[in-house]
Every structure is written in C-alpha cells, then in structure tokens.
C-alpha cells in the first residue's frame, strides 16, 4: 500500500514538474491577433442629414498571424453624394509579429452642397507596428510622402506619435494616432480625419500584440497537454490506489 501510494505522488510529481518546465507566454499577450486594414469610414447618427458619412468597414482587413490583401481603390461618400475621402491601391499585411498598411494617392474633402472641395492630398501614407522580442515591446511608425494641405502645408514625412495638423477649419486631422488597447496591443492609426460634421475617415491602421504570436500559438496547445497530462497521470495513480484498497473503502468524492 505504502509503495503504491509513494508511486502515485512520483508520477503527480514529475507531471508537475514537466508542465513547469513549459515555456510560457508572455503574461501581457491577451490578444491573439494582429491587423491592418487601408481604409474605414465612421458616419456621425447626429451631423445633419446630407453630410453624414455612408459608414464603410474596414478594407481591405487582413486579421490573423499572416496574410495580405489589397484594394485597387476605395471612396468615401456623404448622403448627398459628395466625395469625403478617396484613395487608391490600399493594402494591407500581417506577421506573427509585426502588421502593416498603406494607401496611395489619398484625398481627404470637405463636403458642400456642391462638388466637394479638396483639403489634403498626401502621395502615399505607410503605417507598420512592429513587436520586438528582444525587449517585448510593441513599436509604431508612421511614413508619409507628397502629403500637402489646401494651401501648402506639407505634411511631416515622419510624423510623431498623435501628431496634430491644423486644416484651416473646423476638421481635425491626426497623424500617427497610437493607442494601447485593454490587451496591451498597440493600435496605430496612419491618418485619422475628421470632418466638420464629425465624421471620421482612419487610413492605414495597424495593429500589433505584445508578443509572437506563431510562439503563442505554440506554446498553448503544449501547455493545455501538459495539464490534461498531469491529470491523466493524477487519474491513473489514484486509480491504481483504489483499486488496490478494500472494497469497503469508499470513493474519495462520496467520502464523509
């Protein structure tokens, strides 16, 4: 009895220690996805009937731990019709640690009554994120060429995080927006334009967890057979000590 008994705790015991020895996520990783999609359009409910944005989702929308996909054009309209963004050749492009977007030929516009009228025009914008598993942080940049405002303001080439650009009117245009999520991953936003009715045009969004996510991927699976291991290693010593008990003795679960 007494060496059955130590048999069963050796083998709990090394199940222990093999699930211990597991490698382990990193803690922060609560996500398990990266993305980046070209171009996605929020109407205002409230800005008034002929200029609120036609809400378009996010393309193209790559989400995942690899994967590209493009858009040869996408435009943004308000109710009347009038154009609120254009842009050509979206793309977009995930990694297991890094997520990239871009857009080219970007036109942002303020809409009237009549045709729309051009505000910023910006060559081609790029946004990446980056996980680095060196220091197990998650970093963001910004690249814009040939981006102008309506009257000859250049845009910076590199833009600092939530760069703030001043339009000439009410609309308000932020470059290199950052933003860390509950799940600590890093969303950055390229371009991200308001309109005077408060309709938000975002263009080459990208979005990185804390962590590789192929390694995650990996180790869940592993980690979630050691523990089924280990009770199965736990079932099968105390079912050897049971059955080398009285048959008087009851089962541990019915026990007093």
């Known amino acids: 009895m007494k060496r059955t008994t130590t048999l069963g705790g050796l083998i709990a015991a090394i199940g222990l220690a093999a ?4 490698p382990v996520a990193p803690a922060a990783a609560a996500g398990t ?5 070209g171009m996605l359009v ?3 409910p409230d800005a008034p009937t002929f200029f609120r944005a036609v809400t378009k989702a996010a393309v193209p929308l790559v989400v995942g731990t690899g994967g590209t996909a493009s858009d040869a054009s996408e435009t943004a309209f308000v109710d009347s019709g009038g154009r609120l ?8 492009t995930v990694t297991p640690t890094s997520a990239a977007a871009t857009a080219e030929s970007v036109g942002l516009l303020r809409p009237t009554f009549g045709p729309s009228t051009p505000l910023v025009f910006v060559g081609a914008v790029e946004t990446t994120c980056l996980f680095d598993a060196a220091t197990g942080t998650v970093s963001g940049a910004v690249a814009i060429e040939g981006g102008v405002v309506s009257g000859g303001t250049a845009l910076p080439a590199a833009p600092g ?7 000439g009117g009410t609309e308000t245009l932020v470059l290199n927006r950052q933003r860390t999520a509950p799940d600590g991953s890093l969303i950055v936003d390229g371009i991200v334009y308001t309109d005077e009715s ?12 804390p962590a590789d996510l192929l390694a ?3 180790v869940a699976p592993v980690v979630a057979l050691g523990a089924a291991g280990l009770a199965a290693l736990g079932g099968a010593a105390w079912y050897g000590r049971l059955r080398r008990r009285p048959s008087s003795v009851a089962h541990p679960a019915l026990a007093d």
């Open 19 to 22: 699930v211990s020895l597991l």
């Open 33 to 37: 996805e990266n993305g980046a999609y």
């Open 42 to 44: 929020a109407g205002n």
């Open 85 to 92: 963004a254009t842009a050509s050749l979206l793309t977009a």
């Open 161 to 167: 995080a939530n760069t703030a650009v001043a339009t």
């Open 198 to 209: 408060g309709n938000v045009v975002v263009l080459a969004s990208a979005t990185c967890q």
């Open 216 to 218: 995650v991927d990996a």
